[in-house]
């Protein structure tokens, strides 16, 4: 089956430390990888994406993912937290044998970034 | 990028009674979806909406219980039929920009916040 895990429920992290928000998949073929980000009483937010070339990839607001075929693995990180970086982050796949139409969503990582 | 806009942002609603929640996506778009997000929960995909074809549904979700309406390239709407507390959520719409069916990422709306009571 087709799934995302996100290990964490919650991610602690004082501001101007380097964060990082795990994401694992169990998808046949080679999926693309996202993360979205949904701030409180928002809808979801696109912040990047792995479709295929350089192993690490740059999204918005500062944030990167580096995907990992051997460990199945697609970890948000940033070099330095805000305390505006606290929201809700969810890791997704596009399974390649569903014609790329559809994402399959992680549980979602809270992330809290104290002062 | 797409700007999506859900009617209602949130509503309570009556055991039994049935909701319309409406999306309008500010460009034309092939592929738009419907999510549920239950509380302390994930996205589940209920249906794919494209324009001039029946709506396409997930295991689980049937057309009785929510039907969908993709009259044109813009817009969309989701109906929670005979609602009862368990279908207490979050909705979302969301649509992939452009007409391409390769990989890319999604857009969403804010969300319409059921309460069934």
């Known amino acids: 089956a087709q799934s995302v895990a996100q290990p964490e429920d919650q991610v602690n992290v004082a501001e101007g430390n380097p964060l990082t928000v795990k994401c694992t998949y169990s998808?046949?073929?080679?999926?693309?990888l996202f993360w979205y980000v949904q701030y409180p009483n928002r809808g979801l937010q696109f912040l990047l994406k792995?479709?295929?070339?350089?192993?690490l990839v740059k999204g918005s607001y500062g944030f990167e993912a580096e995907f990992n075929k051997s460990q199945t693995s697609f970890h948000l990180k940033k070099p330095s937290a805000l305390v505006s970086d606290s929201a809700l982050y969810f890791c997704?796949?596009?399974?390649?044998?569903?014609?790329?139409?559809?994402?399959?969503f992680g549980t979602g990582t809270r992330l809290l970034v104290s002062p | 990028s797409a700007v999506i806009s859900q009617k209602p942002s949130r509503d309570i609603c009556q055991r039994g009674t049935s909701l319309t929640i409406q999306c309008q996506v500010d460009?034309?778009?092939?592929?738009m979806f419907w999510y549920r997000q239950q509380p302390g929960q994930s996205l589940t995909l209920i249906a794919t909406?494209?324009?001039?074809?029946?709506?396409?549904?997930e295991s689980g979700f049937v057309i009785d219980k929510f039907p969908i309406s993709r009259p044109n390239l813009t817009f969309s709407t989701l109906t929670v039929s005979n609602m009862s507390p368990e279908d207490s959520s979050i909705y979302l719409c969301?649509?992939?920009?452009?007409?391409?069916?390769?990989?890319?990422?999604?857009?969403f709306g804010e969300g319409s916040r059921l309460t069934v009571l």
């Open positions: 909406a494209n324009q001039g074809s029946e709506a396409t549904y």
């Open positions: 460009s034309q778009v092939t592929m």
């Open positions: 792995y479709i295929t070339g350089d192993n």
């Open positions: 969301s649509a992939k920009e452009g007409s391409g069916s390769g990989p890319g990422e999604l857009f």
């Open positions: 997704a796949v596009n399974p390649p044998n569903t014609g790329f139409q559809k994402l399959v």
């Open positions: 998808v046949s073929g080679n999926p693309y």
